[in-house]
T-cell receptor, first 117, second 117 residues
Framework: EPEVTQTPSHQVTQMGQEVILRCVPI?????FYWYRQILGQKVEFLVS??????SEKSEIFDDQFSVERPDGSNFTLKIRSTKLEDSAMYFC????WGVGWENYEQYFGPGTRLTVT | AQKITQTQPGMFVQEKEAVTLDCTYD???????LFWYKQPSSGEMIFLIY??????QNATEGRYSLNFQKARKSANLVISASQLGDSAMYFC??????????????FGKGTHLIIQP
């Protein structure tokens, strides 16, 4: 069964450093998402991406964050200057095209645990 | 804005018993989807079940069913014949369906379910 993959599974970085989290969505999916989950808290939506541009973003997704689809398979989340509070599990998800009221399930990757020291 | 409330931070249930996990939601949208995800201790997010706001029948997927009461804005998850492997965090989530695939999921804080032998 096709699945979303994420690398690395765990990343440790120092405060102020840039990190890039990588995701390979399911190949025929067109919508891509990033979520984060601070330890012990709920999952929070960061951004959705379609047709090489951001579709929606939350207020968490400020100027230090950016997303990119650098090639036909990868989808990346860049955090420009990490802060301690960026420590969290970051989930990538993808879904097929959703039109109108149709729902397409969002398939989640296994997550990248980011630790900022 | 959408909001999901899960009032049970933790639950202990005897194996083979049925369990109901509560979820209430708030939204001004007319067309929306309701989801349940399972998060085992390993951290991945596993999709369990989906209910659309216009669906007249309650959704069922194997041992999982969703008790959807639109007027009360509740979408409780029922797990029949619980198993030890059901021990996990369970998150209720929702999203607006009008925007196709663009909208991210809004999650509740989760319920930690522990199945006891």
């Amino acid at each position: 069964e096709p699945e979303v993959t994420q690398t690395p599974s765990h990343q440790v970085t120092q405060m102020g450093q840039e990190v890039i989290l990588r995701c390979v969505p399911i190949s025929n999916h067109l919508y891509f998402y990033w979520y984060r989950q601070i330890l012990g808290q709920k999952v929070e939506f960061l951004v959705s991406f379609y047709n090489n541009e951001i579709s929606e973003k939350s207020e968490i997704f400020d100027d230090q964050f950016s997303v990119e689809r650098p090639d036909g398979s990868n989808f990346t989340l860049k955090i420009r200057s990490t802060k301690l509070e960026d420590s969290a599990m970051y989930f990538c998800a993808s879904s097929e095209w959703g039109v109108g009221w149709e729902n397409y399930e969002q398939y989640f990757g296994p997550g990248t645990r980011l630790t900022v020291t | 804005a959408q909001k999901i409330t899960q009032t049970q931070p933790g639950m202990f249930v005897q194996e083979k018993e049925a369990v109901t996990l509560d979820c209430t939601y708030d939204t001004s949208d007319q067309s929306y989807g309701l989801f349940w995800y399972k998060q085992p201790s390993s951290g991945e997010m596993i999709f369990l079940i989906y209910q659309g706001s216009y669906d007249e029948q309650n959704a069922t997927e194997g041992r999982y069913s969703l008790n959807f009461q639109k007027a009360r804005k509740s979408a409780n998850l029922v797990i029949s014949a619980s198993q030890l492997g059901d021990s996990a965090m369970y998150f209720c989530a929702m999203r607006d369906l009008r925007g196709g695939g663009a909208d991210g999921l809004t999650f509740g804080k989760g319920t930690h379910l522990i199945i006891q032998p």
